[in-house]
């Protein structure tokens, strides 16, 4: 394993938190932004002063460092509402120059996710759009969509999206952990009568555009009955000749792989041949092991192997606790992993919900929570050493 991983923090309760009265934040998101030539790094994640997950008073905030992750401009409040706002997703469109921040909203339970929206902005940050709503809390019958992993552009120009459909109260729905099983709930008012039922629907799909984020479509439904399939993260594999596949699919060209959290103490896996996100493989376990955690999944190019292309994947190594967290990296399209290294081993700590960039080749930035103590990031050099 790479003994090359270096540790800075994005955001510190002790220092910015207690400045700014923030002490919960968790979900962080990172984005490589290439602009005018400079390579900057963006962060966005969910905040609150509650000291815990959900609460009404819950935004997102973003920052961005000018030196690759070592320091870090003040964060500014993207977004709030009267009730909770969720897990940023960003993504920069370079022809474009131009930053996406998604993120999921509660509008009528106190629950993860609700609506699926978006703002943009031309000056990294600086402002930002109106929100755009791209999926609703009522389509699929009525259900919160959460997000909490990167998108996918595929080498068709395709955007491809993972989110998933908890049903509310899910915490009481399935039964293994739940964060807002420790959070207090205000009291969830009946539906007016008449209303439609809430929908026990659990199941993870993907948003795919196929005009650089301009218009969305819902794709695909991957559920097991035993377990709980979320915080999906996504890579496209190695690109099909498009002559060899169906007229319909020819904007795609590549294959997907999608990884799941579960209650089951491992990971699960699921696959789209064709790459239009309608049609999944059955959700099933892999080799790793995932104690009810988010995993995070990028791909990177090694310059030690030819350039060769590897998915690099962050999770917690444990089927009980989230810590150690570790990077495997697979050169067989996720049929197999290897691990690469360790980037938190502190057994008492709880090390959470990372996220994968490659920054350069053989290079992975991979964020992270680090409860009771803020977000941080680590570097990983993928490549041996030549000592």
Known sequence: ???????????????????????YSHMVNIQKIEHQGVRLLGAAWQASSAGCEGDPGQHVRFSLSWDAGQTWGPSSCVMYGLSAVWSPILHYDEAASRLYLFYSESRKVHSPGGDIKVVESTDLGGSWSHPRTILTHEADGGV?????????????????????????????????????????????????????????????????????????TARGSVQLASTWLIENTLVGLSPTEPSQLPRESRDFQ???????????????????????????????PTELPNPNSKTGMTKCRLPNRSGEACLALAYNHSTTKRSPLHLACSY????????????????????????????????????????????????????????
């Open 1 to 23: 394993m790479s003994s090359n991983v270096l540790h800075d923090w994005i955001f510190r309760f002790d220092t910015e938190g207690a400045a700014l009265g923030v002490t």
């Open 144 to 216: 919160p969509k959460v997000l909490a992993n990167k998108l996918t552009v595929l080498s068709s120009g395709a955007w491809v999206l993972p989110y998933w459909r908890e049903p509310p109260d899910s915490w009481e729905l399935y039964p293994h952990y739940h964060p807002l099983q420790h959070s207090p709930k205000p009291p969830r008012p009946a539906p007016p009568a008449g209303s439609p039922a809430d929908v026990k629907l659990s199941s993870a799909g993907v948003l795919v555009s196929l005009d650089s984020g301009a218009s969305w």
């Open 254 to 284: 590549e294959s997907l792989l999608m990884l799941f959290r579960t209650g089951e103490g491992k990971i699960f896996a699921s696959r789209c041949e064709d790459g239009r996100g309608e049609e999944w493989t059955p959700a099933v």
């Open 332 to 387: 067989d399209d996720g049929e197999s992993w290897v691990q690469s290294a360790v980037l938190e081993n502190d057994e008492q700590g709880n090390f959470a919900y990372p996220t994968p960039i490659e920054w350069e080749d053989g290079i992975v930035k991979v964020a992270y929570t680090v409860w009771n103590g803020g977000l941080r990031v680590a570097t990983v050099n993928l490549a041996p050493s030549k000592s």
